[in-house]
């Protein structure tokens, strides 16, 4: 598992992710719902994943454009796959922390992805210097004392044979930022306006098992084969109880970008 979620984004099982992470869409509306759009703004929906929460933003935009970042190429492709039809649609496989565009963006929308990147002072200012001084950002991640569950049960599990082998010591693959820190962050990276909070929510996925393997041990898919991964998969389940919810914290952000002159 990375200990450095920000060296390089993991690729994602982007099927399986789409299919069940229905609680991060079913979220998504209220943040959705922050951004100030006319309707024919350009947005950057960043970390756009299999393009779920994508098409939702797409339909705030019956005359603008969405491009959708992410650092899965296997997200990016589903998110093609999906919505690449459309022409007021591009997706790129990029590494939000060093986001390149031809252009300034009228804003930019994040669901379920800051939490995966470790360096959100270089992050902010990657996200700050793609929009347009007076633009938005309005996003939600995890937030300090996310999955607080899970955590523990990684922390045990990943400490046993034969998982610790393959994981050494346990580091958390997430950062579960507070408000505090972050609004002083995006201050800092050029921002004004600047409000962030946590929200307590508890997720009830029609597929507990699926959805805990796509969202949280995306990164252990990469290192782990199918019969080690099945076996660490069935672990964790154990040591949770066999949970059918997941006790979530969310950390909302809404920002503008500042006139240089400011
Ligand atoms: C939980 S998914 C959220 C997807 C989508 N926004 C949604 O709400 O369903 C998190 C996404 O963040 C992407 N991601 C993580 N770190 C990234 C980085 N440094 N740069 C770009 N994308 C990243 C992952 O590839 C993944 O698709």
Known sequence: MSSEPESRPADWEADKYSRTATPQREWSEAVLGRL??????????AGCGSGNVTEDLLAKLPNGRVIGIDGSPSMVEEATSRLGDDPRTSFQCQDLTGLELEEQVDAIFSNATFHWIGDHE???????????????????????????????????????????GVFGEFEEPWNFAGPEETEIRLVAAGYED?????????????????????????PAREVLDDEQFTAYADRLMAELGEPTTFNYVRLNMTAKRKYENE
């Open 122 to 164: 270089k992050l902010f200012g990657s996200l700050a210097a793609a929009t347009r001084p007076g633009g938005q950002l309005v996003a939600q991640c995890g937030g300090r004392g996310n999955v607080a569950e899970v955590t523990a049960a990684l922390a045990v599990v990943n400490a046993e044979q034969p998982f610790a």
């Open 194 to 218: 600047v409000e962030c909070w946590l929200e307590e929510r508890v997720a009830h996925p029609e597929d507990p098992r699926g959805f805990f393997e796509a969202s949280f041990l995306a």
């Open 36 to 45: 100030v759009l006319n309707g024919d703004e350009t947005v950057v929906d």
